[in-house]
């Protein structure tokens, strides 16, 4: 079988096209003909590293999300999962042979979830990293809800940072599924027309307008949640518009690796500033995770393409170097490797 994989660290041309020989899965293992693999930026930071040119042994493949068919099965497995559309997550996590980047990936059964028949191979390749980073952040307020769903989140105001990103996106459907009141922040008109595609009821250019007096203006009392991306460039800007007892889910650094934060105003409204990182998530919260957004598949409540505010961007398997470019690159849209 074709395979992407990495021996060393560093830009995306360390990304080669190999032939594999045909996994097998073992006990509670499944074996997945993979149709589509999601590019996130974590794969590139993983294939990036900490130094370019680290030997990595053995070759890892890359990519935690993707979309197929379960082919076969391991000892201990539900035989009936053959033949069974599936969507998986974290299947390169601390697994080099695990990734989406190749033609069939052998992964723990509990890392695949079902694609129901209506949802796209694209729409499940486009869930693991994004949606569930999403729900982790939609879930961290104290006081709030732990599951989303309708009705979870009505009466409450949600701010997004960067509506037109993946995991904007994401924190978009989910938020409007759950029936808050959702403000996104955006860096031009183009995007504000994704984020609104997305479902946002408020869009702010904050390159045109004071975030802050917009969102007051929409929230007087602010807002209970932050799904922040940018927290160097906008610490100030969430403190200063964070209800009592609502928080900032930090589940990025765009914009710089450090922040400065503003102690006095979090305190007084007894802010809670949470980080957030799938890798590490608590055990309690996967299972809430998973199940919530394959509940908001099932009700074809997630979607994506441009008509979602997310255009998708599909590349050939020889072409995971270029895919791989372009999320690295912060293009506008969904990276998809056509694997089958």
Request: glycine letters at 12%.
């Amino acid at each position: 079988m074709r395979a992407v994989e990495y021996s060393v660290t560093g830009d995306p041309d360390v990304l080669t096209l190999v032939d594999r020989p045909m996994p097998e899965p073992g006990p509670g293992e499944v074996r997945v003909r993979i149709h589509r693999s999601g590019v996130n930026p974590t794969d590139w930071k993983s294939r990036r590293g900490n130094e370019p040119g680290t030997p990595v042994h053995p070759a890892q493949v890359p990519n935690q999300d993707g979309s197929g068919v379960v082919d076969a099965v391991g000892q201990g497995v539900d035989a009936g999962l053959r033949g069974q559309r599936v969507w998986l997550w974290e299947a390169a996590y601390q697994r080099p042979s695990g990734g989406t980047a190749q033609e069939y990936a052998v992964v723990p059964v509990r890392h695949v979830v079902p694609l129901p028949d209506e949802a796209s191979y694209d729409l499940g390749a486009a869930l693991g990293v994004p949606f569930l980073t999403a729900h982790r952040c939609l879930t961290v307020t104290e006081d709030g809800p732990v599951h989303l769903g309708p009705g979870k989140l009505a009466g409450r105001t949600v701010l997004v940072a960067g509506g037109a990103g993946a995991v904007g996106n994401a924190a978009i459907q989910l938020a409007r599924w759950s029936d808050a009141t959702v403000i996104t922040t955006v860096s031009g008109p183009e995007k504000g027309n994704l984020a609104a595609l997305a479902g946002a009821d408020h869009v702010i250019d904050y390159r045109q307008q004071d975030v802050v007096s917009e969102v007051r203006a929409i929230a007087p009392g602010g807002v209970d949640t932050i799904v922040e991306v940018s927290p160097a460039a906008n610490a100030a800007i969430d403190a200063a518009v964070i209800a009592p007892h609502g928080s900032v889910a930090v589940y990025a650094t765009d914009g710089g690796g450090t922040m400065e934060l503003p102690v006095r105003a979090s305190m007084v409204p007894n802010a809670r500033w949470q980080f957030v990182l799938l890798y590490t998530a608590p055990d309690s919260w996967r299972p809430r995770g998973l199940g919530d957004v394959a509940a908001a598949v099932a009700a074809g409540a997630i979607r994506v393409g441009p008509e979602a505010g997310i255009p998708l961007l599909h590349y050939a398997l020889a072409e995971a170097a270029e895919a791989h470019a372009a999320v690295e690159n912060s293009i506008v849209g969904k990276v998809l490797i056509d694997v089958s």
